[in-house]
């Protein structure tokens, strides 16, 4: 296995209050330094809650936004987009809101073109046939391509924002959020689509949701993050069934899940911490039942635990659940 | 809530700053040159060089530019030769009727525009919204200087309930009275423009608000729908809508000049024209540096009335 | 945009305007063709000629011109003065404000502090300094009136395109390896089009008067040349004495510009993607009610229940029917699940027991909701308000959006209290603290004058809880009031609200699409689809063992925790759009057990076991099984 995706080091820092001149007011820590690494024809699920970082992440990974810091490499050379049309080829993206990911004044056989004309130069006989075999890939009938975006369904518009993304044929996907914004019934048609493409194209994934549920159907790997860092990543079987980091264990048990009685799994009524203001050491501790001063002093690095799960944590649940 | 305003009025400073340049930059491209127009096309020579070196017009731009600003800050605006007097005099004379006569109908625009605008929201489609529309684009269609002149025609020839044109009587006494009589139709005529934008922009700032989750909160709890209208929705919607009378300001205050003329107001949009067409440079440019930082200064006023009622406005 | 001429015409206003000004332009255009008199020859013999006298129409002015031929010629020249002036004035002000708004950053903060700038100015004095400066003219003033305008554009261009370069679909096109200058071209442009078209028709009729107004003062068009404006102003001197040389140019100036708004607003009506769904209209104070059929009776005392209610959206010519018969019922400290896809109807269901649903275009076409034995459907404006919000309690789904951001959550809180109880306003307000306590908000005394952007979405949905609890309502309405919290939030708030529900007796009807939220909170649960009930029963009961095949394959959608990766069982297709209803069973179509028999006819919702009931002829489970 060769790695496709790996992040050194990768952070990024918001100004908050731009002056024309001089220093911003405050910076907002968006992405803390992280390294992670993609294998191909993985998946690679990112899991955390709003505010966590997750799409700011995203958005770097496919040169949308500046990193800070850190490096990105892609297939071991690093992100380059100066040349648009050869940085496409390479990597993608889905986008969350399907509808507003398609311009509403173009047909759907000019947004799939897009992609077709600007990266591999076919012409219009070649892309005519390109489209009718991504076009069958996903499911969708030919007859669309004449429409215009806003007379399909979250659920169609989803599945052309994925054609559109195969029209550019690149092999590392990145799904910020793909199914969030579609009903339950939807979801899975999508989801089951997505695995099935990618065993069909040799694809490699970064997964990214707020749902543990969904990530754990699709992923192989998963990393958690929590306020801009990753607290653990390993295995999804073992991430899932042990969770090492206490987050990880309040997350899987927040879910509302059927033949689970209700509890609210934190007493007191605690939430992200501020970003302009962020707690010392490790970010998580004011709601962490097992906070010890340690703690405070200075935020855990990632350790490895066993079964190849990392956590960046002092005190590591043990691993019965 | 002071920090704020202090702020605000140092960020003016560029602003005014630009106003000047923009202004002198503007001046400066006159083509021909203000000393000949000055002394007439009969002036000798020498007199013309002579007139050019008192007005400093043989150094460079830029530090023309410089000393005009510094004497500016010094309250010299200079001489206006058409008028024989100090530019300042004579503009603080002009500006005080200028002030009586844009700011009346700048108060009578914003009530009667926002009153409009919120009932023929609430009354959408309704007989109120139909006649208040009509009314709406009637007084943005019909030009300031032209309502005026039919005002006088009705009003002040054929009704004789007001005077035609001027301030003050020729005799008689200068009191409120008076100044009322000589305000009302000038004041009025100026503000049914500014009335119907100002409605028209109130009337659609409310639907918008009208359709927002928080209103449909308010009627949950079961707050009486006069105060959804009033409490609720307008306070919401002037959030829109105090911008928008900043920007109508500076139309009343261009309007003026229109009704200045019509009226016969002595304010300063009638000394601009004159001094336009006799080409009296100084004038211009001081009347218009000093109309321009007095309108600055009530954007900041308008921009602290916003952040008094919006609390999202960072102070 | 084929529909734009359509929409135009529909508009009797515009159309109106359009022909005025279609006339006006046409005799503009044919003006030199006219056998009129020159407009510019003197002739004072002839002067102050009243209108329909022998050989000029509209009379002559105080040089004894023609005023028919002066009005027709200067028509024309205002007219091509105030379009060249627009048309310059977009141009250049949608380039900038393209720009500005597609780069940001320091571009934009550069050319927007200029733009800022130029409004510092009362148009007017910005205008006169121009002309000032060039020199008295038409082609001057024509230039003043579109600098000063380029500013307008700019900054409104501007903040469209800020809007639409932050949308995912410009990202796309960057990915697809398009260029900047490309992506403004095919990707900003075709969407900023429509608003420069409104920005352009609803200002040229502004940018008439000015120039009208700029020759008015005699600083544009020279004699002898006239254009309306300074028809007008050569003839205010003669104003007293001879009226008619001032009407004649004033009204066409009039009929111009009223002309062109009217088909300016048109333009904007039909170009406002908002306006043609009908979005732009004010929601009235209750849901607007059209009951044909007769009123279904209350049955037995309850709480509340819902009798064959169907609610409508009504859009020019289509009919959603968002729900279409519902019977429901809450009883005392009861909760009440209330699931569903998107576009099932339950949130138009809940809505419309209090008559909140946005009317235009909701309407209640049938059925009753029955409030302790009082159908509240045609009930008077008044009796619905004092129910609301003080026995019958909503919360909503996105905190940020249902408090009003203006006022603090202690204002709010009062006002809630206050609109049924006299209290004052001290006792209200030790009221609003203790509510705060009650939903476990931390340091309420402090937080009582918080306004909602200041708080966390967890600490506002808290608030919106308190506040349906101000007036101890019997019967709260909780419309997904946490899917917009993160799931650690959602567990706190959901665990709040059981706990309140148990120590207050509530009744809770709790709208969710979320089977976990269900199985969780709610005693009962109805199961909602294509705007009908298809299955009703106890928790348990239906999750044990769904009876109704949607039910039960929505549930196998779902994915849970714990299972690992695998393929999930999807349902195929998609629901039914509700202005377009099958026959007879809705689900029909995406279902693998449906017969001929389920697409014949209406399928009724049936006793189905002991407790529930369901609306299939062929169920999952038996009945027996259902008991259980």
Same mark, same amino acid.
């Given at each position: 296995?060769?790695?496709?995706?790996?992040?050194?080091?990768?952070?990024?820092?918001?100004?908050?209050?731009?002056?024309?001149?001089?220093?911003?007011?405050?910076?907002?820590?968006?992405?803390?330094?992280?390294?992670?690494?993609?294998?191909?024809?993985?998946?690679?699920?990112?899991?955390?809650?709003?505010?966590?970082?997750?799409?700011?992440?995203?958005?770097?990974?496919?040169?949308?936004?500046?990193?800070?810091?850190?490096?990105? *490499?892609?297939?071991?050379?690093? #992100?380059? !987009?100066?040349?648009?049309?050869?940085? %496409? =080829?390479? /990597?993608?993206?889905? @986008?969350?809101?399907?509808?507003?990911?398609?311009?509403?004044?173009?047909?759907?056989?000019?947004?799939? *073109?897009?992609?077709?004309?600007? #990266?591999? !130069?076919?012409?219009?006989?070649?892309? %005519? =046939?390109? /489209?009718?075999?991504? @076009?069958?890939?996903?499911?969708?009938?030919?007859?669309?391509?004449?429409?215009?975006?806003?007379?399909?369904?979250?659920?169609?518009?989803?599945?052309?924002?994925?054609?559109?993304?195969?029209?550019?044929?690149?092999?590392?996907?990145?799904?910020?959020?793909?199914?969030?914004?579609?009903?339950?019934?939807?979801?899975?048609?999508?989801?089951?689509?997505?695995?099935?493409?990618?065993?069909?194209?040799?694809?490699?994934?970064?997964?990214?949701?707020?749902?543990?549920?969904?990530?754990?159907?699709?992923?192989?790997?998963?990393?958690?993050?929590?306020?801009?860092?990753?607290?653990?990543?390993?295995?999804?079987?073992?991430?899932?069934?042990?969770?090492?980091?206490?987050?990880?264990?309040?997350?899987?048990?927040?879910?509302?899940?059927?033949?689970?009685?209700?509890?609210?799994?934190?007493?007191?009524?605690?939430?992200?911490?501020?970003?302009?203001?962020?707690?010392?050491?490790?970010?998580?501790?004011?709601?962490?039942?097992?906070?010890?001063?340690?703690?405070?002093?200075?935020?855990?690095?990632?350790?490895?635990?066993?079964?190849?799960?990392?956590?960046?944590?002092?005190?590591?649940?043990?691993?019965?659940? | 809530?002071?920090?704020?305003?202090?702020?605000?009025?140092?960020?003016?400073?560029?602003?005014?700053?630009?106003?000047?340049?923009?202004?002198?930059?503007?001046?400066?491209?006159?083509?021909?040159?203000?000393?000949?127009?000055?002394?007439?096309?009969?002036?000798?020579?020498?007199?013309?060089?002579?007139?050019?070196?008192?007005?400093?017009?043989?150094?460079?731009?830029?530090?023309?530019?410089?000393?005009?600003?510094?004497?500016?800050?010094?309250?010299?605006?200079?001489?206006?030769?058409?008028?024989?007097?100090?530019?300042?005099?004579?503009?603080?004379?002009?500006?005080?009727?200028?002030?009586?006569?844009?700011?009346?109908?700048?108060?009578?625009?914003?009530?009667?525009?926002?009153?409009?605008?919120?009932?023929?929201?609430?009354?959408?489609?309704?007989?109120?919204?139909?006649?208040?529309?009509?009314?709406?684009?009637?007084?943005?269609?019909?030009?300031?200087?032209?309502?005026?002149?039919?005002?006088?025609?009705?009003?002040?020839?054929?009704?004789?309930?007001?005077?035609?044109?001027?301030?003050?009587?020729?005799?008689?006494?200068?009191?409120?009275?008076?100044?009322?009589?000589?305000?009302?139709?000038?004041?009025?005529?100026?503000?049914?423009?500014?009335?119907?934008?100002?409605?028209?922009?109130?009337?659609?700032?409310?639907?918008?608000?009208?359709?927002?989750?928080?209103?449909?909160?308010?009627?949950?709890?079961?707050?009486?729908?006069?105060?959804?209208?009033?409490?609720?929705?307008?306070?919401?919607?002037?959030?829109?809508?105090?911008?928008?009378?900043?920007?109508?300001?500076?139309?009343?205050?261009?309007?003026?000049?229109?009704?200045?003329?019509?009226?016969?107001?002595?304010?300063?949009?009638?000394?601009?024209?004159?001094?336009?067409?006799?080409?009296?440079?100084?004038?211009?440019?001081?009347?218009?540096?000093?109309?321009?930082?007095?309108?600055?200064?009530?954007?900041?006023?308008?921009?602290?009335?916003?952040?008094?009622?919006?609390?999202?406005?960072?102070? | 945009?084929?529909?734009?001429?359509?929409?135009?015409?529909?508009?009797?206003?515009?159309?109106?305007?359009?022909?005025?000004?279609?006339?006006?332009?046409?005799?503009?255009?044919?003006?030199?063709?006219?056998?009129?008199?020159?407009?510019?020859?003197?002739?004072?013999?002839?002067?102050?000629?009243?209108?329909?006298?022998?050989?000029?129409?509209?009379?002559?002015?105080?040089?004894?011109?023609?005023?028919?031929?002066?009005?027709?010629?200067?028509?024309?020249?205002?007219?091509?003065?105030?379009?060249?002036?627009?048309?310059?004035?977009?141009?250049?002000?949608?380039?900038?404000?393209?720009?500005?708004?597609?780069?940001?950053?320091?571009?934009?903060?550069?050319?927007?502090?200029?733009?800022?700038?130029?409004?510092?100015?009362?148009?007017?004095?910005?205008?006169?300094?121009?002309?000032?400066?060039?020199?008295?003219?038409?082609?001057?003033?024509?230039?003043?009136?579109?600098?000063?305008?380029?500013?307008?554009?700019?900054?409104?261009?501007?903040?469209?395109?800020?809007?639409?370069?932050?949308?995912?679909?410009?990202?796309?096109?960057?990915?697809?390896?398009?260029?900047?200058?490309?992506?403004?071209?095919?990707?900003?442009?075709?969407?900023?089009?429509?608003?420069?078209?409104?920005?352009?028709?609803?200002?040229?009729?502004?940018?008439?008067?000015?120039?009208?107004?700029?020759?008015?003062?005699?600083?544009?068009?020279?004699?002898?040349?006239?254009?309306?404006?300074?028809?007008?102003?050569?003839?205010?001197?003669?104003?007293?004495?001879?009226?008619?040389?001032?009407?004649?140019?004033?009204?066409?100036?009039?009929?111009?510009?009223?002309?062109?708004?009217?088909?300016?607003?048109?333009?904007?009506?039909?170009?406002?993607?908002?306006?043609?769904?009908?979005?732009?209209?004010?929601?009235?104070?209750?849901?607007?009610?059209?009951?044909?059929?007769?009123?279904?009776?209350?049955?037995?005392?309850?709480?509340?229940?819902?009798?064959?209610?169907?609610?409508?959206?009504?859009?020019?010519?289509?009919?959603?029917?968002?729900?279409?018969?519902?019977?429901?019922?809450?009883?005392?400290?009861?909760?009440?699940?209330?699931?569903?896809?998107?576009?099932?109807?339950?949130?138009?269901?809940?809505?419309?027991?209090?008559?909140?649903?946005?009317?235009?275009?909701?309407?209640?076409?049938?059925?009753?909701?029955?409030?302790?034995?009082?159908?509240?459907?045609?009930?008077?404006?008044?009796?619905?308000?004092?129910?609301?919000?003080?026995?019958?309690?909503?919360?909503?789904?996105?905190?940020?959006?249902?408090?009003?951001?203006?006022?603090?959550?202690?204002?709010?809180?009062?006002?809630?209290?206050?609109?049924?109880?006299?209290?004052?306003?001290?006792?209200?307000?030790?009221?609003?603290?203790?509510?705060?306590?009650?939903?476990?908000?931390?340091?309420?005394?402090?937080?009582?004058?918080?306004?909602?952007?200041?708080?966390?979405?967890?600490?506002?949905?808290?608030?919106?809880?308190?506040?349906?609890?101000?007036?101890?309502?019997?019967?709260?309405?909780?419309?997904?009031?946490?899917?917009?919290?993160?799931?650690?939030?959602?567990?706190?708030?959901?665990?709040?609200?059981?706990?309140?529900?148990?120590?207050?007796?509530?009744?809770?009807?709790?709208?969710?699409?979320?089977?976990?939220?269900?199985?969780?909170?709610?005693?009962?649960?109805?199961?909602?689809?294509?705007?009908?009930?298809?299955?009703?029963?106890?928790?348990?009961?239906?999750?044990?063992?769904?009876?109704?095949?949607?039910?039960?394959?929505?549930?196998?959608?779902?994915?849970?925790?714990?299972?690992?990766?695998?393929?999930?069982?999807?349902?195929?297709?998609?629901?039914?759009?509700?202005?377009?209803?099958?026959?007879?069973?809705?689900?029909?179509?995406?279902?693998?057990?449906?017969?001929?028999?389920?697409?014949?006819?209406?399928?009724?919702?049936?006793?189905?076991?002991?407790?529930?009931?369901?609306?299939?002829?062929?169920?999952?489970?038996?009945?027996?099984?259902?008991?259980?």
């Amino acid at each position: 296995m060769t790695t496709v995706l790996k992040l050194t080091n990768l952070s990024k820092i918001f100004p908050v209050g731009k002056r024309l001149f001089g220093p911003p007011k405050a910076l907002v820590r968006a992405v803390q330094p992280l390294s992670l690494s993609v294998e191909e024809g993985e998946t690679l699920g990112i899991v955390g809650e709003s505010g966590c970082g997750k799409s700011t992440l995203a958005r770097m990974l496919v040169g949308l936004l500046p990193p800070s810091s850190g490096t990105i *490499e892609i297939n071991g050379e690093p #992100l380059d !987009n100066a040349d648009p049309t050869l940085f %496409g =080829r390479k /990597i993608q993206y889905v @986008f969350q809101d399907p509808i507003s990911s398609l311009n509403p004044r173009k047909t759907i056989r000019q947004i799939m *073109e897009a992609p077709l004309r600007h #990266l591999h !130069n076919m012409s219009a006989a070649d892309r %005519g =046939r390109r /489209i009718a075999e991504i @076009f069958a890939a996903v499911n969708l009938r030919e007859e669309f391509l004449d429409r215009y975006p806003h007379e399909f369904s979250g659920g169609q518009a989803q599945r052309i924002g994925i054609a559109r993304t195969l029209a550019a044929d690149a092999r590392i996907l990145i799904l910020d959020e793909p199914v969030s914004a579609l009903d339950v019934s939807v979801q899975a048609q999508v989801l089951n689509l997505l695995a099935n493409l990618k065993d069909e194209f040799g694809l490699t994934y970064l997964f990214i949701s707020h749902d543990l549920a969904v990530v754990e159907t699709v992923s192989d790997r998963v990393a958690v993050l929590y306020f801009g860092s990753v607290v653990e990543v390993g295995p999804a079987d073992e991430v899932f069934s042990h969770p090492k980091h206490p987050y990880t264990k309040l997350l899987a048990d927040s879910a509302p899940v059927v033949g689970r009685p209700l509890k609210a799994p934190e007493g007191r009524a605690t939430e992200l911490p501020n970003p302009l203001n962020p707690p010392d050491g490790c970010a998580f501790r004011v709601r962490c039942a097992y906070a010890s001063d340690q703690c405070g002093r200075e935020a855990p690095r990632l350790e490895k635990q066993s079964d190849g799960v990392w956590t960046a944590c002092y005190h590591p649940l043990s691993g019965s659940k | 809530m002071a920090g704020y305003i202090l702020k605000r009025l140092i960020s003016a400073l560029p602003v005014l700053f630009g106003i000047s340049i923009i202004v002198f930059v503007i001046m400066a491209m006159i083509p021909g040159d203000p000393a000949t127009a000055i002394l007439g096309s009969y002036a000798t020579p020498e007199n013309v060089e002579k007139l050019k070196r008192d007005l400093g017009l043989d150094k460079p731009m830029m530090q023309r530019y410089f000393i005009w600003l510094g004497n500016m800050l010094q309250g010299d605006f200079g001489r206006s030769f058409s008028l024989n007097r100090s530019v300042l005099d004579e503009v603080l004379d002009r500006f005080g009727a200028t002030l009586i006569l844009a700011g009346t109908s700048f108060v009578l625009c914003s009530i009667l525009g926002i009153a409009a605008g919120v009932v023929s929201a609430a009354r959408q489609y309704g007989l109120a919204d139909r006649a208040i529309t009509f009314a709406v684009l009637l007084g943005i269609s019909i030009p300031s200087f032209f309502l005026g002149m039919m005002m006088i025609l009705i009003f002040a020839v054929k009704l004789r309930w007001f005077p035609v044109s001027g301030m003050w009587p020729i005799y008689g006494a200068r009191d409120l009275y008076a100044l009322i009589s000589h305000l009302t139709l000038p004041a009025l005529s100026l503000a049914v423009v500014a009335t119907g934008v100002i409605a028209r922009l109130s009337r659609s700032a409310m639907l918008e608000v009208l359709r927002q989750d928080f209103i449909r909160t308010a009627r949950a709890k079961g707050v009486h729908e006069r105060s959804v209208i009033w409490r609720h929705a307008l306070r919401a919607a002037m959030v829109s809508i105090i911008p928008v009378l900043g920007v109508q300001a500076g139309f009343v205050l261009s309007g003026a000049v229109y009704i200045e003329m019509v009226f016969q107001w002595p304010g300063v949009g009638r000394m601009l024209v004159d001094a336009i067409l006799k080409r009296d440079i100084l004038l211009v440019q001081g009347g218009v540096v000093f109309v321009a930082a007095c309108y600055v200064i009530f954007n900041i006023t308008v921009d602290v009335a916003q952040s008094l009622l919006d609390p999202r406005i960072k102070t | 945009m084929m529909a734009f001429p359509k929409l135009l015409a529909r508009n009797r206003l515009a159309l109106g305007g359009l022909i005025v000004m279609g006339l006006v332009v046409v005799l503009a255009l044919i003006t030199p063709l006219l056998p009129l008199a020159d407009p510019d020859v003197t002739n004072t013999a002839n002067r102050f000629k009243r209108p329909f006298s022998e050989g000029a129409l509209l009379g002559t002015d105080h040089l004894g011109r023609d005023l028919l031929s002066r009005l027709l010629w200067g028509t024309r020249l205002s007219l091509a003065v105030g379009f060249t002036a627009a048309i310059a004035a977009a141009t250049l002000g949608a380039a900038i404000g393209i720009i500005a708004g597609y780069y940001g950053g320091r571009i934009d903060n550069i050319i927007m502090r200029g733009v800022d700038m130029l409004m510092a100015f009362p148009y007017i004095l910005l205008a006169l300094a121009i002309v000032a400066a060039l020199g008295p003219g038409l082609m001057n003033a024509l230039i003043a009136v579109a600098a000063v305008n380029i500013p307008f554009f700019a900054r409104n261009i501007r903040g469209i395109t800020v809007g639409i370069a932050h949308k995912e679909f410009i990202d796309a096109a960057r990915l697809s390896g398009m260029t900047d200058a490309r992506i403004i071209l095919t990707e900003v442009l075709p969407n900023v089009v429509p608003v420069i078209v409104i920005a352009i028709s609803t200002t040229i009729g502004w940018m008439i008067l000015e120039t009208a107004g700029l020759s008015f003062l005699g600083l544009g068009s020279q004699p002898p040349q006239a254009d309306l404006g300074s028809m007008l102003g050569e003839a205010r001197s003669a104003l007293i004495t001879n009226p008619h040389t001032s009407v004649v140019p004033g009204a066409m100036i009039l009929i111009i510009v009223m002309a062109i708004n009217l088909l300016g607003d048109g333009v904007r009506d039909a170009l406002d993607p908002r306006l043609k769904s009908g979005a732009l209209s004010r929601p009235m104070p209750t849901t607007m009610v059209k009951r044909t059929m007769p009123v279904p009776e209350a049955k037995a005392e309850t709480l509340l229940a819902l009798r064959g209610l169907k609610t409508q959206f009504q859009v020019k010519d289509r009919v959603y029917k968002a729900v279409g018969g519902v019977d429901l019922q809450v009883n005392p400290g009861e909760c009440l699940g209330l699931i569903g896809e998107s576009g099932s109807g339950k949130s138009v269901a809940a809505l419309s027991i209090m008559g909140l649903v946005a009317s235009p275009p909701g309407v209640i076409t049938g059925g009753a909701v029955y409030y302790r034995g009082e159908d509240l459907i045609d009930a008077p404006y008044e009796k619905l308000r004092s129910l609301r919000g003080n026995r019958i309690a909503y919360i909503f789904q996105d905190p940020l959006a249902t408090l009003h951001p203006l006022y603090t959550v202690g204002d709010q809180l009062i006002e809630a209290v206050r609109a049924h109880h006299p209290f004052n306003k001290t006792e209200a307000r030790a009221h609003a603290i203790d509510l705060l306590k009650s939903v476990r908000i931390p340091n309420a005394e402090q937080r009582v004058d918080s306004y909602p952007h200041e708080m966390s979405g967890g600490m506002r949905q808290r608030v919106g809880i308190a506040m349906a609890l101000a007036n101890d309502p019997e019967i709260i309405i909780a419309d997904e009031p946490t899917t917009a919290l993160d799931v650690t939030v959602q567990a706190q708030i959901l665990s709040l609200l059981d706990d309140l529900r148990r120590e207050r007796g509530l009744a809770i009807i709790f709208i969710t699409h979320d089977f976990g939220v269900v199985a969780q909170v709610c005693d009962r649960v109805a199961v909602m689809y294509a705007g009908r009930i298809v299955e009703e029963g106890p928790t348990r009961t239906i999750l044990n063992a769904p009876a109704h095949p949607y039910t039960a394959r929505l549930m196998a959608c779902v994915p849970e925790l714990g299972q690992g990766r695998r393929e999930l069982a999807a349902i195929q297709g998609l629901p039914p759009v509700v202005d377009k209803m099958p026959k007879g069973c809705a689900f029909a179509e995406r279902c693998n057990k449906a017969s001929d028999a389920c697409r014949q006819a209406n399928i009724e919702l049936v006793r189905h076991g002991a407790n529930s009931l369901v609306r299939c002829i062929s169920p999952e489970t038996s009945a027996l099984e259902a008991s259980e």
